[in-house]
């Protein structure tokens, strides 16, 4: 029996109909649903935490084509303290450590606050990437006082909340004080506060400046004793109840996290439903990218990798394919990934628009269903063009200066790749590849495993090319030599592009040895002998 393909075969049309099944189930109304992603505004925006947002605008989009209004909610935890000052930034940030991020100025002075500027960033690129979102400021919610009811209902709870955040991971912490932090009236720093005693009628909390440990470094309080209104937006909720409180208030009904702060979510899932009476979303958990070192990639370490890097070196569907494509697992990732998605989107494409096909029909749903997903459901009426990374690359590397993209233009046109004018979408290839080529020296060729009789035919073609001048003398010398070491020429062309250009096919063969220079290609030959 054939296994029902649900929507357009994804894991995110799956996950839409499981939510809705569980909704119904719980007896809320359908009439909208809204998904969401906290945006951390402490630092530079990276790659993971734009796969947050992608992924669950993207679940929202399911949710829609299962004909449901759908809401994504992307919400900036702009009143979080600063903890650490960001690799890059400037040390005298460090006067700001456990201030609001909303409430320090902005380094590039170009934003009302630091936390505005970091928010902004990660705005940016969900824009490039056509992402639609209701933005709210977490500043902004606790100031208009959305956020009352539930900062009342847990307050007045504080102990129950204590003795849940105890079971759940040990932590002491919320028996001894309030699950609070007012923003110091005195200092202005927000973690050295501790919230004693809270005032429901006053709708008031009172608390002590005494300082607190962060990141290994202890800040010191200055003493201050004052009352904080939580209805103004005085201070904001620990992560330990913020989660909880936001679900409700904004009736969020899923909600993706990272296993780093698993602990929170479920701390938060007890308390939306013990304390605040509310069923918590739906979760996935996901885990993290890393570098290649293994490291996290940070928003406060040195490793940090942005959107923006992204898009000056690939478009912004290949960064879609990159965080749609897997959910779980981590990943290990560097810029010199790109090109490999870059490739993958445009194998997508060939799939989408019936060029390669795809026997299994619940593997094909699943390819085309992410290649839509990777154009937000509004994939374009025909394909592009497709020239390998490799090529443009290499084409950069060798053009003469002054003239370089008209220079690529012509090769494509020898090589068939361009007839008429060139798109835009052609023209933006042509821009990453040579912002590539100014700030890399190669690109890396495509793995392939050669047989004894190919490795033998590689050397030879090595050989020739020290000789052979000629782009016909070239292209003569490969059929000979495939033919004279029984390999057919058509899979030794086949493996010399895998090798050259990462892809199985491209221009031919002996004009772009020639245009790519033999000392080049041999370079590339050799190395794929060693591998």
């Known amino acids: ?17 499981e939510l809705v099944e569980r909704e119904r189930k719980l007896g809320r109304s359908l009439d909208l649903i809204r998904t969401e992603s906290g945006l951390g505004a402490s630092g530079f925006p990276h790659i993971g935490s734009f796969a947050d947002c992608a992924r669950a605008y ?69 824009d490039a990437c056509g992402i639609e979102y209701t933005f709210m400021s977490g500043k902004k919610a606790y100031e208009r006082g959305l956020f009352n009811k539930e900062i009342k209902t847990l307050l ?20 001894e004080v309030l699950p609070y932090f007012p923003v110091c009236s005195s200092c202005g720093r927000i973690y050295t506060t501790k919230a004693q005693e809270f005032l429901p009628k006053e709708e ?13 470094r202890w800040l010191e309080g200055c003493g201050n004793k004052d009352e904080a209104d939580y209805t103004k937006g005085e201070g904001k909720l620990s992560w330990k109840v913020e989660f909880a409180a936001r679900w409700k208030a904004l009736d969020i009904r899923f909600e993706a996290y990272g296993k780093d702060i698993a602990d929170s979510v479920r701390v938060n899932d007890r308390i939306c439903q013990e304390v605040l009476d509310w069923p918590p979303p739906m979760h996935a958990q996901y885990e993290m990218f890393l570098d290649k070192s293994g490291k996290k990639i940070s928003k406060s370490a040195g490793n940090v990798f942005t959107p923006q890097v992204w898009f000056r070196y690939g ?4 960064l879609l394919l990159l965080t749609l494509k897997r959910f779980v697992g981590t990943r290990a990732l560097s810029v010199t990934d790109i090109p490999q998605y870059v490739t993958e989107l445009d194998e997508l494409e060939d799939i989408y628009f019936g060029r390669k096909a795809v026997a299994d029909a619940k593997e094909h749903a699943k390819l085309t269903g992410l290649y839509k997903y990777c154009w937000l459901l509004k994939p374009p009426s025909e394909p592009g063009v497709h020239v390998p990374y490799n090529l ?29 004018e060139t798109t835009e979408d052609l023209e933006k290839r042509i821009e990453y590849a040579l912002n590539w080529t100014r700030d890399f020296m190669e690109i890396r060729e495509g793995a392939v495993k050669l047989s004894e009789k190919e490795a033998a035919a590689v050397r030879e073609l090595i050989q020739a090319l020290q000789v052979e001048a000629g782009e016909d003398q070239i292209q003569g010398a490969v059929f000979t030599i495939a033919r004279k070491h029984s390999v057919q020429p058509k899979r030794f062309f086949k493996t010399l592009y895998i090798i050259l250009l990462g892809v ?28």
């Open 1 to 17: 029996m054939t296994e029902k393909i649900i929507g357009h075969g994804t894991w995110y049309d799956k996950t839409a109909v």
């Open 58 to 126: 993207t679940v929202a989009l399911a949710l829609e084509e299962e004909g449901f209004k759908a809401e994504y909610v992307a919400f900036a935890d702009d009143m979080d303290g600063l903890r650490k000052v960001p690799a890059g930034l400037p040390r005298s940030l460090r006067k700001y450590l456990g201030y609001p991020v909303t409430s320090i100025p902005d380094p590039y002075a170009c934003h009302g606050s630091y936390g505005e500027h970091m928010s902004s960033l990660l705005l940016e690129a969900l």
């Open 156 to 175: 007045m709870n504080a102990e129950r909340i204590g003795e849940i955040v105890m079971e759940e991971v040990g932590q002491a912490k919320f028996v």
């Open 204 to 216: 008031k909390v009172l608390y002590t400046c005494k300082g607190m440990e962060v990141k290994g």
């Open 315 to 318: 478009s912004p569907r290949s």
């Open 392 to 420: 443009l690359t290499y084409l950069a590397k060798v053009a003469p200066k002054g003239s370089k993209t008209e220079y690529v233009v012509d090769k494509l046109r020898d090589y068939g790749y361009v007839r008429d």
């Open 504 to 531: 199985p096919e491209g221009p031919r063969l002996g004009p772009y040895i020639v245009a790519m220079g033999r000392r080049n290609v041999t370079d590339a030959l050799k190395r794929a002998l060693k591998k």
